[in-house]
């Protein structure tokens, strides 16, 4: 019952270049959804969110866009860097739900 | 500025030996969560837990595990009789509300190794 998947388990990107990574939901009642950075032997921080209620977020080098009615987003990473080498989470919660359910997760890899 | 807090970081056991995985939730934070992590999955939900009550438990293993979040002290993830299928990271995560739009602090995790 995965509900939050990614299914590319990696991408490799140049240095400077649009890292874009993607993350599609099955259940409807997700309505907050989120992106977590892993760096090997470390918890997950995190990264950048969005409320249901829009369709665009952004923070600096990283957009998170939200397509509600195709239950996608992406994390767009403008321009990449070698620091943001890691495996990158998508998460999603309900406001009715105790559990925040994660995807397995996109290596990313930000070659110089 | 103490995050969450796990230990240990790295614990090995044998079959049929008990686990203990310990985390302190940052500082105001009253909600505790458990995750799972095998290799080359995501998060695996366990368990959520305030002060003294087990809210959700609906992500344990219905044997062997269990987890309690006592008045004072740390979160305790306990499993017993360890099988070799039960090496993972275990991570733990806080959040100082249950409520919209909260999102959670994770810890290093604690990787456990059953041989």
């Known amino acids: 019952d995965q509900q939050v998947k990614q299914n590319s388990p990696s991408l490799s990107v140049q240095e400077g270049r649009i890292s874009i990574l993607n993350c599609d939901y099955t259940?409807?009642?997700?309505?907050?959804f989120l992106w977590y950075k892993k760096y090997p032997a470390e918890g997950p921080t995190f990264l950048i969110s969005?409320?249901?209620?829009?369709d665009k977020n952004e923070d600096g080098r990283f957009t998170v866009f939200l397509n509600k009615s195709a239950k996608h987003l992406s994390l767009h990473i403008v321009p990449s860097q070698p620091g943001d080498s890691a495996v990158y989470f998508c998460?999603?919660?309900?406001?009715?739900?105790?559990?925040?359910?994660f995807g397995a997760g996109t290596r990313l890899t930000v070659k110089p | 500025n103490a995050g969450v807090m796990q230990n240990p970081r790295h614990l090995v056991r044998r079959r049929g030996q008990e686990a203990r995985l310990r985390c302190s939730p940052m500082k105001g934070h009253s909600h505790v969560y458990w995750y799972r992590q095998l290799p080359e999955e995501g998060l695996k939900f366990m368990v959520y837990l305030q002060k003294e009550n087990i809210i959700d438990e609906s992500g344990m293993p219905k044997e062997r595990f269990s987890a309690e979040f006592p008045k004072e002290g740390p979160s305790i993830l306990r499993i017993q009789q360890v099988v070799r299928g039960d090496s993972a990271a275990y991570f733990c995560?806080?959040?100082?509300?249950?409520?919209?739009?909260?999102?959670?602090?994770f810890g290093s995790g604690t990787q456990l190794s059953v041989l």
């Open positions: 998460a999603a919660s309900a406001y009715n739900n105790n559990d925040m359910r």
């Open positions: 259940n409807s009642m997700f309505d907050y």
């Open positions: 995560a806080s959040s100082r509300n249950k409520g919209e739009n909260e999102k959670l602090f």
């Open positions: 969005i409320s249901s209620i829009k």
